[in-house]
Nanobody
Framework: QVQLVESGGGLVQPGGSLRLSCAVS????????MGWYRQAPRKQRELVAT???????NYSDSVKGRFTISEANAKNTVSLQMNSLKSEDTAVYYC?????????WGQGTQVTVSS
């Protein structure tokens, strides 16, 4: 089975940076699309950024210019570099992957931006 494991979450001050990583295992196929989503307390889960196997990226307007999504390690790892973090970025961040026309989710990692 396909498994996605996130890491890199934590507590950071406003204006600081964090780098999230998601490792994909359990498949010999590279994901067609990988992405990051987030869910803040009492809010709907929302798109943060996606990247295709061809390297095409897409960002939510709220993070564009501050966050960067990328793939590494033969495309079995997706990262999210988060700069200029704001309190509004506080949420559980979830990794997502589309593999062989099926969608998989990680367990989530907490990001808290607070002074």
């Amino acid at each position: 089975q396909v498994q996605l494991v996130e890491s890199g979450g934590g507590l950071v001050q406003p204006g600081g940076s964090l780098r999230l990583s998601c490792a994909v295992s359990g498949t010999i196929f590279s994901p067609a699309v990988m992405g990051w989503y987030r869910q803040a307390p009492r809010k709907q889960r929302e798109l943060v950024a996606t990247i295709t196997s061809d390297g095409i990226t897409n960002y939510s307007d709220s993070v564009k210019g501050r966050f960067t999504i990328s793939e590494a390690n033969a495309k079995n790892t997706v990262s999210l570099q988060m700069n200029s973090l704001k309190s509004e970025d506080t949420a559980v961040y979830y990794c997502n992957a589309l593999v062989r026309r099926l969608t998989y989710w990680g367990q989530g990692t907490q990001v808290t931006v607070s002074s």
